[in-house]
């Protein structure tokens, strides 16, 4: 039995758009205000083009309407009451999409300084219980390496960047752009944290979906993210950037073992060629990829040897409808029963202290 910290790796934060203003030059505020206001048109627009109101499910979860989503210190009183030590937080308000709609790099730039000191002062009441993940401004990769830099600097312990880098305009990762960010993330040693959400892809696909919630449509999310694993594991920036620590959030656990095998399966009795890396793909992802779950039933299988017990991360997913809280430790114990103790303490505080440098 586990008798140190819990540390959940997913966990969530409402910071709103004043929050971000305030920290944002008055001359960038028509500029915030249009490229927030041309992101929300486009997000009705697609809302309606699937004929979706894309409410969150009706059903009354324990987290639903707490304080702690949004006060710092009602946030230490829930996660005291959940038995949680330390969180990952990851912003509910995403700059990712409308950071490059703010009409010049400068502005984009300023914007997301402004959205990281907003996280900064969420946490500044105990700081060392709540990590927050930071975001980069990915259209300017000098900027992008000065604000990771500076993020260091102040005591960052997390970098967020979004899981499809197309959706947002810019290249994939393994594109040679890329090389000076990954020198720099190398040298802070900050992990990369990709919080898996809506797929654009799946546009077409939610249109379709009959069901009253899109239900068909969310179950696909989380399988998606192999396109991610794909272009990090065989186009050889990992064979670049070694020391590259990634952390992808919510992909869930089940369906990855298959992946690996299809993975490595390609690369050996399929004879398909990988030319930039020189170690089956499955190499890549249990050196460098970790995963976070809530509850999921495959933690307790022998699939976990196969994704590497170092690699999982037991998460709240606090204030979401499938969050643990405020049952945690009855979940934790129902899910862990069986692991040896090691085992479990890597699960739930050792990795992501490895990680995020706890």
């Known amino acids: 039995m586990h008798t140190g910290r819990i540390l959940s790796a997913d966990s969530h934060v409402s910071i709103s758009h004043d929050q971000v203003l305030a ?33 969150r499910n009706p059903h009354r979860h324990p987290a639903a309407g707490r304080m702690g989503n949004q006060d710092p210190a009602d946030r230490l009183i829930d996660m005291d009451a959940d038995g949680v030590d330390i969180e990952v937080l990851y912003s ?10 703010m009409g010049s790099d400068e502005g984009g730039n300023a914007a997301t300084r402004a959205f990281n000191d907003a996280l900064t002062e969420f946490a500044s009441i105990n700081p060392e219980r709540r990590v927050v993940s930071y975001q980069l401004p990915l259209h300017d990769i000098d900027a992008a390496v000065a604000e990771g830099h ?10 967020q960047l979004p899981v499809f880098p197309t959706e947002v305009g810019v290249p994939d990762y393994f594109h040679e752009q890329w090389d000076p960010l990954w020198t720099a993330i190398t040298e802070t040693d900050l992990p990369i944290t990709c919080h898996v959400g809506l797929n654009t892809a799946l546009n077409s696909l939610a249109q379709r979906d009959p069901t009253p919630q899109r239900g068909i449509m969310v179950s696909v999310i989380a399988p998606t993210t192999s396109e991610a694993f794909g272009m990090w594991m065989v186009t050889g920036v ?55 779950f809530i509850e999921d039933p495959w933690v307790a299988t022998d699939d976990r040897y196969k994704l590497g017990v170092k690699n999982l991360m037991w998460s709240t997913d606090y204030p979401h409808p499938v969050s643990s809280w405020p049952n945690s430790q009855q979940i934790i114990e129902e899910q862990l029963k069986g692991l040896p103790d ?17």
């Not at 509910?92 to 709609?101: A, D, H, K, M, Q």
């Not at 073992?257 to 390609?266: G, K, R, T, V």
């Not at 170690?279 to 890549?284: A, D, K, R, T």
């Open 23 to 55: 920290n944002l030059a008055t001359k960038w505020h028509d500029a915030y205000d249009n490229a927030t206001g041309g992101f929300a048109r486009a997000q009705q627009q697609a809302a309606a083009q699937a004929n979706q109101q894309w409410t």
């Open 92 to 101: 509910e308000l995403s700059g990712f999409r409308y950071f490059n709609l």
């Open 150 to 159: 500076r993020i260091k600097s102040i005591g960052g312990k997390s970098l």
């Open 238 to 292: 990992l064979e670049r950037f070694p020391d590259l620590k990634l952390v992808f959030v919510e992909t869930q656990l089940g369906w990855v073992p298959w992946y690996l095998h299809i993975m490595d399966d390609l690369a050996t009795r399929q004879r398909y060629e990988f030319p930039a890396i020189k170690e089956l793909p499955s190499f890549y992802f249990q050196r460098n990829i970790h995963l976070t």
């Open 342 to 358: 090691d085992e479990q303490s890597l699960i739930l505080e050792g990795n992501a202290a490895r990680v995020w440098n706890l």
